[in-house]
Nanobody, 131 residues
């Protein structure tokens, strides 16, 4: 069974920083997509950062480029999202997801794949950025 658990969310002021983590277990594919999705109430989840594991490329949505960094820690199967210079528009529920939708081989494909193409999800962690 695949288990994914997010943590690290919280409430910060504009300009603050947070680091989210996603601890994954039970997924043994050599390479696959790992993507951070953000969900705002009433809207569909949007991929904001992604990596194709095992040395593959990363991708960042324009809204977070230069401020967010996605990192793999292979030793303990943990995915991180380092977020800096946070803005109110960054507010949302952040989910990590893992799979290999449409046989992606790079971060852009991972991030732009539709939500329903991912099978494995964490429970989400809330990020709230106040002005």
């Amino acid at each position: 069974q695949v288990h994914m658990v997010e943590s690290g969310g919280g409430s910060v002021q504009t300009g603050g920083s947070l680091t989210l983590s996603c601890a994954a277990s039970g997924y043994t594919a050599a390479q696959y997509c790992m993507t951070w999705f953000r969900e705002v109430p009433g809207k569909r989840r949007e991929g904001v950062a992604a990596v194709y594991t095992g040395g593959g490329s990363t991708y960042y949505a324009d809204s977070v480029k230069g401020r967010f960094t996605i990192l793999e820690e292979n030793g303990n199967n943990t995915l991180y999202l380092q977020m800096s210079n946070l803005k109110p528009d960054d507010t949302g529920m952040y989910f990590c997801a893992a799979d290999n939708p449409i046989y992606c081989t790079g971060g852009y494909c991972c991030a732009t794949s539709q939500v329903h193409e991912y099978r494995f999800w964490g429970q989400g962690t809330q990020v709230t950025v106040s002005s």
